[in-house]
């Protein structure tokens, strides 16, 4: 798998980390305390972890165990090596997007080599791919069909932290895992469209330009919520450790 290879097809910069300090503010209220500083706002180190985010690509989620729950979610991807990215998550790709999750992207190599119980927590990327569900927004047609190339045999393990879906005002809550979606008539027909306007595309446009791409089968183990397997975290107390848990 060679995401860099893909996305140097055209030249692309993906970071909405350049804000500015009047930008930032206009994304929600802050305090005076809280407000970044003007000075220095659009300078970042060169070695900054940000500066190695080179993909971002846009798609739906859903809560494990919860198909009715679906959220927009734009991810802004680092690659770290031939079988792994990291990608942040934000709820749209305007200046003053929430943070609300993460996700690690996979071969299917390393995949393979995971725990049986481990592979519960993660999602294939065929259907996405093959659906226009997932796209990325700022490359040209050739180049992100050379991306989906590579991210159609991959799988995801997300963690939201923000369930901005409900209204939260901050995170609350522990981390959802969440998953993608398989099969048509599961995506909720006014997110898509919501979607498709928002990025001025068709999915169904886009599911007969991918019609050719070829569809890797999806290993076993993963998309476990199909199977009746859902996973989600639930709060446990612990003993502590040390003289206050004597």
């Not at 290879?5 to 055209?10: G, K």
């Not at 159609?152 to 809550?173: E, F, H, I």
């Amino acid at each position: 798998m060679n995401f860099k290879a893909a996305l140097l097809v055209t030249a692309f910069v993906a970071a909405p980390f350049a804000a500015t300090a009047d930008e930032v503010a206009s994304g929600g209220k802050m305090s005076a305390e809280m407000t970044p500083p003007a000075a220095g706002m659009e300078m970042l180190r060169s070695d900054s972890p940000l500066r190695a985010i080179h993909a971002h690509v846009c798609g739906l989620h859903f809560y494990s165990g919860d198909l009715q729950r679906q959220v927009i979610v734009h991810h802004y991807c680092t690659h770290l090596s031939e079988d792994l990215l990291q990608c942040v998550l934000y709820d749209s790709d305007k200046p003053g997007a929430r943070l609300i999750g993460i996700e690690y992207v996979i071969s299917a190599k390393v995949f393979l080599s995971l725990p049986e119980e481990e592979k519960k927590l993660w999602h294939s990327h065929v259907y996405e791919v093959k659906s226009g569900l997932l796209f990325a927004p700022e490359l040209s047609t050739e180049a992100e069909r050379e991306l989906m190339k590579e991210f159609v045999g991959t799988y995801g393990k997300t963690w939201q932290t923000w369930q901005v879906d409900r209204g939260d005002q901050v995170p609350l809550g522990l981390p959802q895992l969440m998953m993608g979606l398989t099969a048509d008539g599961q995506a909720k027909p006014e997110l898509l469209a919501a979607r498709d306007r928002m990025a001025k595309i068709s999915a169904a446009d886009q599911k007969k330009a991918r019609a050719d791409l070829v569809a890797p089968a999806i290993q076993p183990g993963s998309d476990a919520w199909q199977k009746g397997e859902a996973v989600q975290l639930q709060t446990a107390l612990v003993k502590t450790a040390g003289p206050a848990g004597r």
